[in-house]
């Protein structure tokens, strides 16, 4: 598994912990009440798990095993570009209801996460190709 | 194939045909010759097709196709691997039961039950990412 892989892959499984963390503590207040601010973690919980895990999991896998250039992957920046602007993209949309709803940082971070998914998309393009191309 | 990853996707090919069924369930039309509880159903439906689906498919390819471990051990620990499944799935079958009945006629018996349900499956996620992250290393 190369490098950049490791990077996604481990980092979808802090985001994996993360969202069901989140998940478990609101999931026992809906049956035990502990405390409603509790709510409050739903967006994060589905950010998380979606985009953190699910998203950043398919592109650390597909950097790793999608056909190669002899033995180049391709464009490397564009896909370490991508690790970038989702973590950073996660990020801002998480805190988004911590910075501010006027400051636009939710915004951002989903401008952020459309770039990510673009940069990753131009770097995987040209290696979904026919064995030995 | 190893054993746990056939159990790992058959299992999840199961949850995502009840998915489907418990979306169909919720999208009906009220009814009076419906059961009340399909009204309550689409934290079910989302959790049947991401925890019971999405997450189960992914651990049970990724106990499969990950990088080893070791010599002796290339899957990890394979106990915890299996302690991942029996959890993941107790707790996901307890909310599915649970989770709609709390919501109809909240009862403590349903909230504890809940709760275990939450700590359940909690522990099999974190069971899957402590067994996964030492296999996720660069070769």
Redesign the interface.
């Known amino acids: 598994m190369p490098g950049l892989s490791v990077w996604y892959v481990r980092t979808a499984l802090v985001y994996l912990a993360l969202g069901l963390t989140f998940g478990m503590l609101m999931l026992w207040h809906k049956g035990m009440p502990i405390h409603p601010a509790l709510w409050a973690l739903l967006p994060a919980h589905i950010e998380f798990l979606l985009l953190g895990w699910t998203l950043q999991l398919a592109f650390g896998v597909a950097f790793w095993i999608l056909p190669r250039f002899r033995t180049k992957r391709g464009n490397v920046r564009l896909a370490w570009l991508a690790y970038a602007l989702l973590n950073a993209g996660i990020w801002l949309v998480t805190l988004d209801p911590w910075l501010g709803r006027l400051t636009g940082w939710g915004w951002t971070g989903r401008v952020l996460e459309a770039l990510a998914v673009i940069a990753f998309a131009l770097h995987a393009w040209p290696r979904i190709k026919p064995p030995g191309a | 194939m190893p054993p746990l990853t056939r159990l790992f996707i058959k299992t999840a090919l199961a949850y995502l045909a009840l998915a489907l069924l418990a979306g169909l369930a919720r999208s009906l039309p009220p009814s009076e010759a419906l059961p009340v509880f399909f009204a309550y159903l689409t934290p079910v439906y989302f959790h049947l097709f ?1 925890a019971g689906w ?1 997450l189960q498919l ?1 651990i049970g390819v990724g106990y499969w196709m ?2 080893k471990h070791t010599r002796e051990q290339p899957r990890g620990n394979e106990a915890l691997a299996w302690a991942a499944y029996g959890l993941l799935n107790a707790g996901l079958a307890l ?1 599915v039961v ?2 709609p009945l ?1 919501a109809m006629q909240p009862h403590p018996a ?6 275990l ?3 359940l ?2 522990l099999g ?2 069971a ?2 402590a067994n ?2 030492p296999r ?4």
Do not use: D, T, Y
């Not at chain 2, 996720?136 to 070769?139: D, R, S, T, V, Y």
């Open positions: 991401m999405v992914i990950f990088p909310r649970a989770e709390h349903w909230g504890w039950a809940l709760a349900s939450a700590v499956q909690w996620g974190m899957f990412v996964a992250w996720i290393k660069e070769h």
